[in-house]
């Protein structure tokens, strides 16, 4: 009787130890930490035309209308191409710069989405555009479109982050983040443009998924611009240096009317202050890793945005001057440029 009791008994107890342990083993084992930055490798062997998703991740050729999308500046809706991935279109003026900022952010070392630009696409089924319609033409032929692999990111779930509140402020990973982003005159620094995505080894990755607002002209809603290169040249870049630190030019303050809506008029003017205050040190830190890329690669970039030729030498000079300009900063003489 005590010999079967202990032989029936005994099993469960053990299997219940063993589960007990292997749940302590799970519970001790760490966790991935939060990523903002990888290093890309030798920076000349990167491919610019194919960005961060490269050729293998371009879109079909079939493409099948799913839903429009009502939300942001710009017109958009999702399509499903022929080998099952889902894309989200975008057109206007936003499609061929940000196309081009996730290729250069993504050189730099940064978690951008994944963005091809097409001049021309034909999307089966297409109906009559809520916005955007101007861009059709012919019933389902789209011009000017950027699109963006939806899914396949690592990560289930994603959430908003904060450029005030990170788990990285202070680093020089990303501090250099918003020199990029004075690089390419990003002037929509909302938190809503950010996503932190889950990973299954349960780290974090920080990234930017909206860079349409850049290549033109910082200011406020009237003398800002996107993708117009001659805003860009004419833009200065660097609007102070200290013994240590580097202040960045970003207009981003409200016209006066909108001090009557003080929540966005505080959060404009607050963005303003995101890229003021950086380090030199981490600021030639990117610029060198910046720096190790030819203006060839960087004229790839615009390439594959579908810029024009002229517009691509403006914007290649000007990112080539600009990367100089950081390279050059120095702790010893305040000046600006």
């Known amino acids: 009787m005590t010999k079967g009791y202990r032989s029936v008994c005994g099993r469960p107890l053990f299997v219940v130890l063993a589960v007990c342990l292997g749940l302590t083993g799970l519970a001790q084992t760490p966790r991935s930490p939060a990523v903002i930055w990888h290093d890309r490798g030798d920076a000349r062997a990167l491919d610019l035309v194919g960005g961060p998703g490269g050729k293998a991740h371009e879109p079909g050729n079939v493409l099948t209308f799913i839903e429009e999308s009502d939300g942001g500046t710009s017109p958009k809706f999702e399509v499903e191409d022929e080998h099952g991935v889902r894309w989200k279109v975008k057109l206007g003026e936003e499609a061929k710069s940000e196309t081009a900022a996730t290729r250069l952010l993504w050189a730099a070392g940064y978690v951008v989405d994944e963005d091809y630009y097409r001049q021309q696409i034909r999307v089966t089924g297409l109906p009559r555009l809520a916005r955007g319609q101007e861009f059709v033409s012919a019933g389902d032929n789209v011009t000017g479109a950027r699109l963006e692999r939806q899914g396949g990111g690592g990560g289930e779930e994603s ?7 990170n788990p990285f402020v202070g680093t020089r990973e990303f501090n250099a983040l918003k020199v990029m982003m004075a690089l390419v005159n990003n002037w929509d620094l909302k938190d809503v443009n950010n996503r932190v995505s889950d990973t299954a080894d ?3 990755q920080y990234g930017i998924t909206d860079l349409g607002a850049t290549f033109g002209r910082t200011g406020n809603v009237i003398t800002r611009s996107k993708s117009v290169s001659k805003d860009y040249a004419d833009t200065k870049f660097i609007a102070k240096v200290t013994a240590t630190h580097v202040d960045f030019v970003m207009q981003s303050r409200p016209i006066f009317p909108f001090v009557f809506h003080l ?4 959060e404009r003017t607050r963005m303003q202050d995101i890229v003021k205050g950086i380090p030199i040190a981490d ?20 390439r594959a945005s579908g810029f024009s030729p002229a517009d691509i030498e403006v914007y290649t000079q ?5 990367i100089r300009a950081l390279q050059d900063l120095s702790p010893q003489v305040s000046h600006s440029f």
């Open 318 to 322: 000007v990112v080539v001057a600009r």
């Open 202 to 204: 349960g780290g974090g």
């Open 159 to 165: 959430t908003t982050w904060s450029w005030y509140e």
């Open 283 to 302: 600021a030639r830190w990117i610029a060198d890793r910046l720096g190790r890329l030819s203006a060839e690669q960087i004229r790839d970039a615009f």
């Open 263 to 266: 929540p966005a008029y505080r």
